[in-house]
């Protein structure tokens, strides 16, 4: 089992890229290198800190009023 993350910053924004999977150890090259077609089962999750994140969730308020608020 693998799992590796990698962080980026994007347009001011910290974006978090987590792959997971499964691997054999006879795939794994001599410079400790596996290709992605080797990986099985293989997990992509993808999240992000700052303000176009914060945008995209809204808060309590906002949820109570959606629910409330029918048009």
Not at 7 to 25: A, D, T
Request: hydrophobic share 45%; no cysteine; net charge positive.
């Amino acid at each position: 089992r693998i799992v590796g993350t990698r962080e980026v910053l994007v347009n001011h924004e910290n974006q978090v890229i987590i792959l997971s999977g499964m691997i054999r150890p006879r795939d794994i090259g001599s410079n400790n290198v596996i290709r992605s077609i080797f990986v099985s089962d293989a997990k992509i999750a993808y999240s992000g800190t700052g303000v176009i994140d914060d945008r995209q969730r809204p808060g309590w308020m906002a949820n109570f009023f959606e629910a409330v608020w029918p048009f």
